[in-house]
């Protein structure tokens, strides 16, 4: 008994885990730069062009 109770403990905690670590990946490749767009849209909101540079992926870019 004791040790179904210690196998389903470890075993949310992987689920936990990977479920967290699928979030952060979601955030920083897609969230991340959509808040980033609307937040300079509500700062600038007369602005009708908005040029938003990803030095990430243009660092990426420039490697290939």
């Known amino acids: ?19 967290s670590t699928a979030g952060a990946a979601l955030w920083t490749n897609v969230l991340d730069r959509k808040f980033q767009m ?14 938003f540079v990803d030095f990430k992926k243009a660092k990426r870019d420039l490697g290939r």
């Open 1 to 19: 008994m004791k040790t179904r109770k210690i196998l389903s403990t470890i075993g949310t905690f992987a689920i936990v885990g990977a479920v």
């Open 38 to 51: 609307v937040k300079v849209r509500l700062t600038h909101p007369k602005s009708d062009k908005i040029i």
